[in-house]
């Protein structure tokens, strides 16, 4: 394969492009869905081709074809320079890349027991019967999902990069809907979006559907009855992992990327708050605030060996005692601001170009057991299990619903409460951050669906997460 | 739109290999479904073939950043055996032995499966409408066709710094089962869509339309730049229920919304949907349909499944009337698929294809010559539903919101949050006036073309500012 992806990069050179680097890609992935005691949904696919990158002035041109022969390669490298070379028509500065010394290596995620060696037998009785078991306890609307990926790539670039990656992903969802007379409550396990790593079957294993799917439907079904979480302005909040992480997804890992930074994805994604001139300096957050994008982490989705210009992966810090230190960033978008290259630039897959994307953005964690905040909480609510997400295009006003809250009285945890929302600008709530969870609470959250890019792409991304807590927040927001 | 004769041709797959690879998405199909009665005559089996090539041209910052294009072959497969079904689907080099592996790894996953008890079978042979939404000049874009599009916009904002993409896309389909179904479509849709930027507001202009001589960047770029001038420096706003002129764009993702969560005949059927057939749900100006035969809209006649797709009102001068059905959706209310189902969507039920809001007689600036107080919006963002039943949306404007009092608009504001029932806001007594302008709007990857107008109606509630 690396025969393939040379023959692309040698036909954009010749064509005219000063860089130039392709990726030849195999990818398999799985879904099996199950509603209401069956499997509903098997799909199998396969992906296979060769994408090129060319760099002429100022643009990046970029052609995929979904063929692995070196004809179709070179072919492809010679589009790609002629659609760079056709963006001088609306030219700009030009594109330098950020100094890297050209990688050549290996890297294989670990997976204990390969999701493809598992029969479809067990999974469909696997998913058929947590459903059969939720619709039992209280569910009118069960669903389990699991999902797995296998990824192979060979990379080369013009300056001597030649990569190869062996990536296996999977993961597992479930949840139990109740239907009321004016509303729908939804509990999910482990998270809305399940819980997705670069692990083998054995992720799925530990989750342990079964012994929660029981839990989820009896939840489920009471929130139609609990009260309606309470329109506060300023409250204490105490936010479960789940949660933590999509927030940290949100209001720190997207407003971090460079390339959002730099106004590149100004008319769809959008900017980011973050001013450059501020990098170093800013305060992001109270002083616990300490988060790293960093993909090495074993078994976490955002984890590789290299990024997809052959950047060797390594951690970065975002934010350190809250203050704003780090970006997510790529050799284009790092050199704009004179760093290295944060190995951050990942594609979705070889009909995609690569761009800036999360890595393992997370937190590290405190000193503090979920307990611990509760019990030091005089009147507050805890809310978990992220159900709706709202922000900003600069990522600093954001509005969050989760599936479940409790009220908070003296200490103790109390009744349940429905339809929990929360509210805040993103400095300012994470300045208000005081209590965090402690290490025997970190939990390496996957997101298997982040969009971003036009034509858009569907990014893998990872968030380390703890319980934490936060004061003066607005809660209860409604229509 | 009409194409000249052999235009498809231009789509024919290449590459190297044997066989099937060198054959347009018809004959793929027809080959697959041959060789799937030779390897397996008891299976039921249906192939979408999909042919053709993606191009996209991205700006920011006034020049063009990234600029890519994608060759297109993919094939799905769902064969099932006795009630056991499974789907594979491929992108990539497409040879007689990959068909013959590809049905072998689809069949034998179809035998391990249990039992599905709703399967409702496949589709039978019936023709689709004559729906032909091609141009050859999409079909046969350059990348300098697109940038030059996208270099009208950049000059004609006049210095502001601008960003957006223009892209062009041509597809041929092909739908083939066993029961003997063929149906084959095509379509070229071509987009030009950017912001301009002062240093405190934005806005935004777009066009999109299957021909791409329809899209004038010079036009464009005025739009946008005038909208970003009028929005600059903006002020703050209380808070709270106010009067809206919601423009295209905006009112797209309600349609989006109530399409997705409620005419949806699975949400009907598990209670999640606010749909109640028969009941003057919505102001008596709204009548909604989801109609690929409609002249401004892009797409092909048939679904997924091989289902023809014919207009379909589902909401007629404020009556809800009909629901979106797959085959299984179908089967299960007794009803006829109505031709919605997308590939590989089994668990969300029927989609909307071509939504059409229908027009109304006022112009957009006579939609805001009527409003008493309240706000003119031009784009939403980052909306997300809190409750389905309810349809409760969160979300932002974005690209321009103007306070309108008497008639007039009186100044720029500041983006503000709302938290809003997309039903309520267009219940009875709640929908003030319908433009008569009518826009096309798709998503970033051409998805959901929806073909709307403005929109006056009496309540929106903003929760909150953006800035906190």
Redesign the interface.
């Known amino acids: 394969m690396f025969d393939v992806a040379t023959a692309a990069v040698e036909a954009a050179l010749s064509a005219g492009a000063r860089y130039a680097d392709a990726r030849a890609m195999e990818q398999r992935s799985e879904?099996m869905?199950a509603?209401n005691g069956?499997?509903?949904?098997?799909?199998?696919?396969?992906?296979?081709?060769v994408?090129v990158r060319a760099l002429i002035g100022?643009?990046?041109?970029?052609?995929?074809?979904?063929?692995?022969?070196t004809?179709?390669a070179r072919e492809a490298g010679v589009?790609a320079a002629?659609?760079?070379r056709?963006?001088?028509?609306?030219?700009?500065?030009s594109?330098e890349l950020a100094p890297e010394p050209p990688s050549v290596g290996s890297w294989a995620s670990e997976c204990l027991e390969d999701p493809w060696s598992v029969?479809?037998?067990e999974k469909?009785d696997l998913l058929?019967g947590v459903t059969r078991t939720m619709l039992e306890h209280g569910a009118?609307?069960a669903?389990a999902?699991e999902r797995a990926w296998e990824t192979r790539k060979w990379f080369v670039s013009s300056e001597g990069h030649r990569v190869d990656q062996h990536i296996r992903e999977c993961g597992a969802a479930m949840s139990a809907?109740a239907?009321?007379e004016?509303?729908?409550q939804r509990r999910s396990y482990p998270g809305i979006r399940g819980q997705y790593g670069t692990r083998g079957w054995e992720l799925v294993r530990d989750l342990d559907l079964p012994e929660n799917a029981a839990r989820i439907a009896e939840e489920a079904r009471a929130l139609l009855s609990a009260p309606q979480c309470p329109g506060l302005d300023a409250t204490d909040l105490i936010l479960g992992s789940e949660q933590m992480a999509l927030q940290i997804h949100e209001s720190v890992g997207h407003a971090v990327e460079l390339d959002r930074i730099?106004?590149?994805?100004?008319?769809?994604a959008?900017t980011s708050w973050l001013d450059l001139a501020q990098l170093g300096s800013l305060r992001f957050g109270s002083d616990l605030m300490n988060v790293t994008a960093d993909a090495t982490l074993p078994g976490a989705l955002g984890s590789f060996g290299y990024d997809d210009e052959g950047t060797p992966s390594h951690p970065v810090d975002i934010v350190r005692g809250g203050t704003w230190v780090g970006v997510l960033s790529g050799r284009d978008s790092a050199t704009r601001i004179g760093r290295p290259s944060g190995g951050a630039v990942r594609a979705e897959a070889f009909?995609?170009?690569p761009?800036v994307r999360m890595t393992n953005v997370g937190l590290l964690p405190g000193e503090n057991s979920l307990e611990e905040m509760i019990a030091a909480t005089d009147a507050g609510i805890l809310m978990d299990t992220n159900?709706?997400?709202?922000?900003?295009?600069r990522r600093?006003?954001f509005?969050f619903?989760c599936e479940i809250g409790w009220e908070i009285k003296g200490g103790r945890r109390g009744r349940m409460l429905r339809?929990p929302?929360y509210?805040?600008?993103s400095p300012?709530f994470w300045g208000s951050m005081d209590m965090l969870g402690d290490r025997s609470e970190w939990t390496f959250w996957g997101t298997p669906n982040c969009g971003k890019g036009?034509?858009?792409q569907i990014g893998h991304t990872g968030h380390p997460a703890v319980p934490a807590r936060f004061r003066g927040v607005r809660v209860g927001?409604?229509? | 739109m009409r194409p000249a004769a052999g235009q498809g041709q231009a789509f024919a797959w290449r590459g190297g290999g044997k066989g099937a690879s060198a054959a347009d998405p018809m004959a793929i199909a027809a080959r697959i479904i041959e060789a799937a009665r030779d390897v397996e005559p008891a299976a039921e089996v249906e192939v979408l073939a999909r042919g053709g090539v993606d191009a996209l041209t991205r700006f920011a910052n006034g020049a063009i950043h990234q600029n890519v294009a994608e060759d297109i072959r993919h094939v799905s497969v769902r064969v099932a055996l006795n009630g056991r079904s499974a789907r594979y689907a491929v992108d990539g080099p497409l040879d007689d032995d990959a068909i013959a592996g590809l049905l072998r790894r689809a069949l034998e996953a179809a035998r391990v499966r249990p039992v599905d008890p709703d399967w409702p079978g496949l589709a039978t042979p019936a023709p689709a409408p004559p729906v032909d939404h091609w141009d050859a000049a999409t079909a046969e874009a350059d990348p300098a066709e697109r940038a030059s599009r996208v270099a009208d916009f950049v000059r004609a904002a006049g210095g502001l710094e601008t960003a957006g993409y223009c892209s062009t896309a041509a597809r041929v389909v092909a739908y083939a089962n066993t029961n003997g179904q063929q149906l084959s479509g095509r379509s070229t849709l071509a987009v030009l869509d950017g912001i301009a930027r002062t240093g405190t507001s934005d806005g935004s202009a777009r066009a999109a339309s299957a021909g791409i001589g329809e899209l004038d960047g010079r036009a464009l770029g005025r739009e946008a730049s005038g909208r970003a001038h009028d929005a600059a420096d903006p002020g703050d706003l209380d808070p709270g229920r106010y009067e809206v002129v919601l423009g295209p764009s905006c009112v797209a993702d309600v349609i989006g919304f109530l399409y997705r969560f409620g005419f949806n005949a699975r949400a009907v059927e598990e209670g999640r949907s606010f749909v109640r057939l028969g009941e003057a749900q919505f102001d008596e100006r709204v009548t909604l349909l989801d109609d690929v035969a409609d002249p401004g809209q892009v797409g092909i006649a048939f679904d997924a499944e091989g289902t023809p797709k014919t207009p379909l009102t589902v909401v007629h001068a404020g009556t809800t009337t009909q629901v979106l059905c797959t085959r299984r959706t179908a089967a299960r209310a007794r009803l006829r698929s109505t031709g919605h189902a997308p590939e590989s969507g089994e668990d969300w039920g029927g989609l909307m294809t071509n939504p059409v809001l229908a027009p109304g007689d006022r112009a957009a600036d006579q939609l805001v010559a009527h409003v008493e107080r309240g706000l003119l919006v031009t784009d939403f963002w980052y909306t997300r539903i809190l409750d389905p039943r309810t349809e409760v949306v969160t979300g932002l404007t974005r690209n321009g919101v103007w306070l309108v009092q008497d008639g007039r608009v009186v100044r720029p504001v500041r983006n503000l949050r709302f938290t809003q029932s997309y039903v309520d806001a267009l219940q009875p007594g709640a929908v003030l006036g319908v433009g008569s302008d009518r826009a096309l709007i798709v998503g970033s990857d051409g998805d959901e073309p929806t073909l709307v107008p403005s929109l006056h109606l009496r309540s929106w509630n903003f929760s909150g500012g953006a800035r906190g």
């Open positions: 879904t869905h509603r069956v499997v509903e949904k098997l799909d199998r696919a396969e992906r296979a081709g994408g100022s643009s990046w041109g970029f052609h995929a074809v979904p063929d692995l022969t004809a179709a589009r002629a659609i760079a056709a963006s001088g028509l609306a030219a700009g500065p594109t029969s479809l037998a469909g058929e009118d609307i669903e999902q809907t239907v009321g004016t509303e729908t730099l106004g590149w994805e100004a008319a769809f959008g009909d995609r170009i761009m159900r709706s997400w709202s922000i900003d295009d600093l006003n509005q619903g339809n929302t509210t805040g600008i300012r036009q034509p858009q927001v409604r229509g």
